[in-house]
């Protein structure tokens, strides 16, 4: 059975840093693309980084730079470090995995608060 629990939200103030963690179950990162979305207070949810299998890295424009997305195999854990934090931050964060070879097999966490502000 497949399973995502993100944890490491919280309150920092800009400039900040925090790392989430996405510790998964039932997921062969060699065969799944692992991503980082968030969705802040009436905006849609958005892609913010992925990686897949080799290492193979996405950003979305406004975190490149400053958000660093990496995968531990033996541990089966996603994390995304995030430095100098922005208030625009400030959202939900959840972790992804998709299947590269059946979209369908399409899988979120609950999601991790994450707030930026003075």
């Known amino acids: 059975q497949v399973q995502l629990v993100e944890s490491g939200g919280g309150s920092v103030q800009p400039g900040g840093s925090l790392r989430l963690s996405c510790t998964t179950s039932?997921?062969?990162?060699?065969?799944?693309?692992m991503g980082w979305y968030r969705q802040a207070p009436g905006k849609q949810r958005e892609l913010v980084a992925s990686?897949?299998?080799?290492?193979?890295?996405f950003y979305q424009d406004s975190v490149e730079g400053r958000f660093i997305i990496s995968s531990d195999k033996a541990n089966n854990t996603v994390y995304l470090q995030m430095n100098s934090l922005k208030s625009e931050d400030t959202a939900v964060y959840y972790c992804?995995?998709?299947?590269?070879?059946?979209?369908?097999?399409?899988?979120w966490g609950k999601g991790t608060l994450v707030t930026v502000s003075s």
């Open positions: 992804n995995a998709r299947s590269v070879y059946a979209r369908a097999m399409d899988y």
């Open positions: 990686i897949v299998g080799g290492g193979s890295t």
């Open positions: 039932g997921i062969n990162f060699n065969v799944y693309r």
